[in-house]
């Protein structure tokens, strides 16, 4: 027959001890990472600059697929983000103390609306926050309309490259049978 757990009886030596060593595993693995991330972090965050103002407003939202480099001063690159749909600021955690360049990479895809690249002197416990606004860009929209004579121009070039692909098979048919003639 099962006993009943009676949760008001005091524990016994051996239930007081386990329950100790649970609760120091516990502690153990929850506060290593948190010791492992003292240093300083560098937060960043790139928003779409709808009014191109270089101030980031509380309606822009995030901007997506912009890559970020964190670099130490002799241009060796420590740290790579790619920004995600709706995320707020990424941070480059447990840094050491020292001089360190963020650069965010132009792309066709956008136009800065704020300096690209940021030179931050990081100290221990330090947490820089930086704000990269850009403006979405589609480099096949965003070219200068064709005008009619760019038409023309156009249509002239496709019927010129019909005819030559057609006196080119025509002569490639012509050659072609000679050598068949020759070989039988």
Not at 117 to 123: G, H, M, N
Request: charged share 15%; aromatic share 10%; with cysteine.
């Amino acid at each position: 027959m099962r006993r009943a757990i009676d949760w008001n009886r005091p524990f016994s030596h051996g239930e007081d001890a386990m329950r100790r060593l649970i609760i120091a595993l516990f502690c153990f693995i929850y506060a290593t990472p948190l010791l492992a991330q003292s240093g300083g972090e560098i937060c960043l965050l790139a928003y779409e600059d709808t009014n191109q103002n270089g101030q980031h407003e509380p309606e822009e939202i995030s901007f997506a697929g912009i890559g970020v480099n964190l670099l130490v001063p002799d241009e060796v690159i420590v740290g790579s983000h790619v920004t995600t749909p709706g995320s707020d600021f990424f941070c480059f955690q447990g840094l050491s103390s020292g001089n360190y360049t963020v650069r965010f990479e132009s792309s066709p895809n956008h136009t800065a609306t704020t300096e690209n690249t940021a030179v931050i002197d990081l100290t221990e416990g330090q947490r820089i926050r930086l704000e990269y606004g850009a403006v979405p860009q589609n480099p096949f929209l965003d070219q200068a309309p064709a005008s009619s004579g760019d038409k023309v121009e156009t249509v002239t070039r496709i019927l010129i490259s019909l005819m030559a692909a057609v006196v080119a098979m025509t002569l490639m048919l012509g050659f072609g049978a000679m050598v068949m003639s020759f070989m039988y």
